[in-house]
């Protein structure tokens, strides 16, 4: 288990350092803050401020103000395999009618764990981690296909995990 940062901004973020919706700005020292610890999520906060130019207490409160803001967040990342979760799955969700709704829905499941909008062939691309694969059944058999709006699903189920980060900086 390791600890990362996921930092997520939008691409208007990224050449604008502010969001559309008035969002967050941010300049090149938080931006710093973030890829030191989206390197090392553990990196103390005096290290973090020698290599930025700041003092720890500074580091402290930039990091805890990103983390109010929303702008990043400290987690440990595991590999679902090691905990017990055997199965993993992309689903493509076509819906009728309110896409949010669902989305929604799907938000609230426990056993989802990355729900997108998209435009393309899917209206929503939802991973899913479950115990095995009755678990997964369940869920898309079960849960998914029974929320108001679903009309089709199609199922991308994981047979080997070959890269999971989070480390695409602050570009």
Same mark, same amino acid.
């Given at each position: 288990m390791h600890s990362e940062v996921v930092a997520s901004r939008s691409a208007d973020q990224r050449d604008s350092r502010e969001s559309r919706n008035g969002g967050p700005q941010l300049d090149a020292v938080s931006l710093a803050i973030i890829e030191q610890l989206q390197e090392d999520g553990?990196? !103390?906060?005096? @290290? &973090?401020? $020698? @290599?930025?130019? =700041?003092?720890?207490? @500074?580091?402290r409160q930039r990091v805890q103000k990103l983390l109010d803001q929303g702008v990043m967040? &400290?987690?440990?990342?595991t590999d679902p395999l090691t905990v017990g979760f055997r199965r993993q799955a992309m689903v493509g969700i076509n819906v009728e009618g309110d896409v949010e709704s669902v989305a929604d829905a =799907? +938000? @609230?499941?426990?056993?989802?764990?990355?729900?997108v909008? +998209?435009?393309?062939?899917?209206? *929503?691309m939802v991973e899913i981690v479950c115990e095995d694969d009755d678990h997964l059944l369940d869920v898309i058999n079960k849960r998914i296909r029974a =929320? !108001?709006?679903?009309?089709? +699903?199609?199922?991308?189920?994981? *047979? $080997?995990l070959k890269k999971q980060t989070y480390m695409w900086g602050t570009r």
């Open positions: 553990r990196r !103390p906060y005096a @290290a &973090i401020g $020698k @290599a930025v130019g =700041l003092s720890e207490a @500074a580091v967040q &400290i987690v440990a990342v =799907l +938000t @609230a499941m426990s056993e989802c764990e990355y729900v909008m +998209t435009a393309g062939s899917f209206d *929503l =929320l !108001p709006g679903v009309r089709s +699903t199609e199922s991308f189920v994981y *047979l $080997k």
